[in-house]
């Protein structure tokens, strides 16, 4: 089960927006890092039969150093949570999903080029960047549009603003309330990819044009980054 204060947090959004929308909210905290879960979850939704509309595959968990330092228990909780969960929630809920549904997934700049000192961080989003894309061919001809959301920072709990130093700290913040408004506008018009701002959409170029080991040079970490939360 996911933390008690994340599930009270949950229940108290779900409570706010309730109360605003005058919808219908079911909360069911899980660990998505915890494999053990995903067979209540695929229970729960075989039994409601829900048509799934819209899905938001947002949860990451992020730390930097050098990986011979890096604790093992970290390194497995961005595999864990990054690829595993992902993977997993779209593999549970998908046959719940139908023409007209859309998916947004999480993914990072950092998939872009490899990322010395957030090597294993960069390498998870490096997945998730692939298997949006085959997973999107796969739903294409049933109507179910899966597009990846490549943001640079973003102010959240994994990355405060002004917590970060050296050149992830120097790096432009999204406007969130605008980066969600225009990452479902977009995928429910059929968008496959979208990165936000034109410094990150250069940067993606230039990590197609420049060789990986060149760009491994360009973006190594060592003068420092964000503290790592998770989210």
Excluded at 65 to 94: H, K, S, Y
Excluded at 125 to 135: C, D, P, T
């Amino acid at each position: 089960m996911a933390d008690r204060a994340q599930a009270e947090r949950l229940k108290a959004l779900a409570s706010e927006l309730a109360s605003s929308t005058h919808a219908a909210f079911r909360v069911v905290p899980l660990d998505l890092a915890d494999s053990s879960n995903y067979g209540g979850l695929g229970e729960l939704l075989a039994d409601a039969k829900p048509v799934i509309r819209v899905l938001v595959n947002n949860a990451g968990y992020e730390r930097e150093g050098l990986l011979r330092d890096m604790e093992p228990n970290d390194m497995l909780a961005m595999i864990d949570l990054n690829v595993t969960g992902m993977t997993m929630i779209n593999r549970t809920c998908l046959p719940y999903m139908s023409r007209g549904s859309f998916e947004i997934v999480t993914g990072s700049v950092s998939a872009f080029a490899p990322m010395p000192w957030q090597a294993v961080y960069g390498a998870s989003k490096a997945y998730v960047h692939s298997l949006v894309f085959a997973i999107r061919e796969e739903e294409r001809r049933r109507g179910v549009n899966i597009m990846l959301l490549s943001p640079g920072n973003m102010d959240t709990e994994m990355n405060v603003r002004g917590s970060g130093g050296g050149k992830i700290g120097m790096l432009p913040y999204l406007n969130l309330a605008r980066t969600v408004e225009r990452s479902l506008s977009l995928a429910e018009r059929g968008c496959g990819e979208y990165t936000p701002l034109m410094l990150y959409k250069a940067y993606r170029l230039a990590a197609k044009l420049v060789p990986a080991a060149v760009m491994a040079r360009f973006t190594r970490l060592d003068s420092g980054g964000t503290n790592g939360r998770g989210l």
